[in-house]
């Protein structure tokens, strides 16, 4: 099968959407098909499908990875890893385990490109234009939880009563 993927083109004033260095795909045992490349101001225009950031300001470049059903009909996860500070993020490969779990790998000159705590270089170690590499090991199935309580817990007709909601985002993101 064949297919596109990208950025829908903005008016000229703002500059055009795109997509490239698309690395060779990734198939996992269930035949879905990954891959990853860079997006540059797209990424607000690229398909993000239970994407774990926000798309990101225009004028950014993040790198995206996308997983597709087997027959190329249905995105399943699609993601942009970028900067917040917007700069450049530079995509390498894909690869993905037997559990699901997708790993990105390229280079970048962000002093703030997120990193979890504990891991062995947390924070960047070069300084532009020398690049920093990266590797992150993706969650596609990390996704939010919804609560809801009510105070009391029980209450007569007419009486008030307060319903609270509480959003948890995916693991390391805010509540």
Avoid: C, K
């Amino acid at each position: 099968w064949s297919t596109l993927v990208g950025a829908i083109p903005v008016e000229q004033s703002f500059g055009r959407g795109t997509v490239s260095s698309i690395g060779p795909p990734r198939v996992d045992a269930d035949g879905d098909v990954y891959i990853t490349g860079q997006a540059i101001q797209s990424n607000s225009y690229y398909p993000l499908v239970n994407s774990l950031q926000p798309a990101p300001p225009n004028q950014q470049a993040g790198v995206f990875v996308t997983e597709y059903d087997p027959t190329g009909s249905t995105i399943y996860f699609s993601t942009v890893f970028y900067s917040p500070s917007g700069a450049g993020v530079s995509p390498g490969g894909v690869d993905v385990d037997s559990q699901g779990y997708i790993y990105i790998a390229g280079s970048t000159v962000a002093p703030d490109l997120f990193t979890t705590p504990g891991v062995f270089q947390p924070a960047f170690n070069g300084t532009a234009p020398n690049r920093d590499g990266f590797v992150a090991r993706i969650n596609p199935f990390a996704s939010a939880t919804i609560q809801l309580s009510v105070a009391p817990s029980s209450a007569s007709a007419g009486a008030p009563v307060t319903f609270t909601a509480t959003l948890t985002g995916a693991s390391n993101y805010p509540t």
